[in-house]
T-cell receptor
Framework: AQSVTQLDSQVPVFEEAPVELRCNYS??????LFWYVQYPNQGLQLLLK??????LVESINGFEAEFNKSQTSFHLRKPSVHISDTAEYFC?????????????FGKGTLLTVNP | ETGVTQTPRHLVMGMTNKKSLKCEQH?????MYWYKQSAKKPLELMFV???????ENNSVPSRFSPECPNSSHLFLHLHTLQPEDSALYLC?????????????FGPGTRLTVT
C-alpha cells in the first residue's frame, strides 16, 4: 500500500519570501508523483507532476519540485511567493506500472502568504 | 460551460432526505470519479467509472449510490445520510484510466447533513 505524508499542515510566510512544502511517500513500487493546488472554494488543479526523466519539474507559475528517490521525497518549492499563492497544496502518488490508476493523497498543506 | 461542473455547490439535507449531486464534464473524457474531502483528512476515492462502467467502489456505504448514464454525466444519489457524511464532494474526470492521465476536478458540492 502507498501512503503520502505532508509534514506541515500549515505554512505561513510573508510575500516575496521563499517557501518549501514537504512531501514524503512510501511505496513498494515505482511511482508517479503529483502536486495539486486548491484555491478557496474551488476544486483541485494539477500544479506539476513527475512521470519520468528529469527529477526536477517546474510549473508555469514558478513552483518546482524535485523527485528524490533515495529519500522518497517530492518537496515543492518557490523562491518568492505572492499573495495569490495562498491555497491548500496536496501531494499525491500513484503506481507507475500496471493498471493501478488510483491517486493516494496527503492531508494537504495550507500555505498562507501574508503582506 | 467548460471543464468539470458540479451542481449544486452547496446542499443542506436532513438524515431522512433523498438528494442527488450532479457532475458534468465538457472535456470529452472517458473516465469519471467521485471523491470525498473531509477536513484534516486525505481525499478519499469513492467511485470510478470508465466508459460508463463502474470500475471501482472503494467500500462506500450503500447510502451513496452512483449513476453514470453516459461518459459526460455522473450522479451521486444520497439517502439516509449521517452527520459524518458532511464533507466536500468532488467530481473529477480524465481522458482514460491510468496513472499518467491528469485528473480534472470540479469545484465540489459542500454537503451538510443535519
Amino acid at each position: 500500500a502507498q501512503s503520502v505524508t505532508q509534514l506541515d499542515s500549515q505554512v505561513p510566510v510573508f510575500e516575496e519570501a521563499p517557501v518549501e512544502l514537504r512531501c514524503n511517500y512510501s511505496s513498494s513500487v515505482s511511482v508517479y508523483l503529483f502536486w495539486y493546488v486548491q484555491y478557496p472554494n474551488q476544486g483541485l488543479q494539477l500544479l506539476l507532476k513527475y512521470l519520468s526523466g528529469s527529477t526536477l519539474v517546474e510549473s508555469i507559475n514558478g513552483f518546482e519540485a524535485e523527485f528524490n528517490k533515495s529519500q522518497t521525497s517530492f518537496h515543492l518549492r518557490k523562491p518568492s511567493v505572492h499573495i495569490s499563492d495562498t491555497a491548500e497544496y496536496f501531494c499525491a502518488v500513484s503506481d507507475s506500472g500496471g493498471s493501478n490508476y488510483k491517486l493516494t493523497f496527503g492531508k494537504g498543506t495550507l500555505l498562507t502568504v501574508n503582506p | 460551460e467548460t471543464g468539470v461542473t458540479q451542481t449544486p455547490r452547496h446542499l443542506v439535507m436532513g438524515m431522512t432526505n433523498k438528494k442527488s449531486l450532479k457532475c458534468e464534464q465538457h472535456l470529452g473524457h472517458n473516465a469519471m470519479y467521485w471523491y470525498k474531502q473531509s477536513a484534516k483528512k486525505p481525499l478519499e476515492l469513492m467511485f470510478v467509472y470508465n466508459f460508463k462502467e463502474q470500475t471501482e467502489n472503494n467500500s462506500v456505504p450503500s447510502r451513496f449510490s452512483p449513476e453514470c448514464p453516459n461518459s459526460s454525466h455522473l450522479f451521486l444519489h444520497l439517502h439516509t445520510l449521517q452527520p459524518e457524511d458532511s464533507a466536500l464532494y468532488l467530481c473529477a474526470s480524465s481522458q482514460d484510466l491510468g496513472p499518467s492521465y491528469e485528473q480534472y476536478f470540479g469545484p465540489g458540492t459542500r454537503l451538510t447533513v443535519t
